[in-house]
């Protein structure tokens, strides 16, 4: 995770004064908010639905067909929020080692992260409880799980597209030409 999220941000490893001050600006901003959770974490919206933490699952339990996250299938299905949880812990961690400016390696320990996952748990049951009745949570759950499966290329992504979906305009459709037959037959009865 720590070279993932180092170029997901744009952390760079130099001497310069400037690059310094940004790569701290950059973590410290991302760490406001916890902002790196955002799929566009510049303007806040997406939350939960970074790409880093899709690569991250995909990495760590969804590399190939072999992989934990595909033999353990039902342990991974769908995406369990301690995994997300952790994740995204992960990732906060990777950030940290950029609060000084240069990368600096942090033992990443469950003494030493153990609040901060903590928090991350408690940041998305609360996200449940609020999105409850649009499911939110479960829709993200899901969607990480079968992108993960794709990655490790054992399924096809077929859920996300729209092009291969009828509309249900032409159900309405299929419908209303039903009725028109069935009118026609009987009218043609009666004759």
Request: with cysteine.
């Amino acid at each position: 995770m720590r070279s993932l999220t180092a170029s997901f941000f744009g952390f760079r490893s130099s001497n310069s004064n400037d690059v310094i001050r940004q790569n701290r600006d950059l973590a410290e901003s991302l760490k406001d908010g916890s902002v790196f959770a955002f799929k566009d974490w510049e303007s806040k919206k997406g939350i939960y639905k970074t790409e880093l933490l899709q690569l991250g699952i995909n990495i760590m339990w969804f590399a190939n067909r072999h992989d934990e996250g595909v033999i353990h299938h039902k342990y991974f299905n769908p995406m369990p929020v301690e995994v997300i949880a952790l994740v995204l812990t992960t990732i906060e961690c990777c950030i940290d080692e950029w609060l000084q400016g240069l990368k600096e390696d942090i033992k990443f320990t469950s003494a030493t992260y153990g609040t901060v996952y903590h928090g991350h748990f408690c940041s998305l049951q609360r996200f449940d409880e609020r999105t409850a009745p649009y499911k939110l949570l479960d829709k993200i759950r899901v969607n990480l799980h079968d992108v993960a499966r794709f990655h490790a290329g054992v399924d096809t992504l077929t859920i996300s597209s729209s092009a291969s979906r009828i509309s249900d305009a032409a159900f309405e459709d299929a419908i209303r030409e039903y009725q028109l037959e069935e009118q026609d037959d009987a009218e043609a009865s009666e004759s």
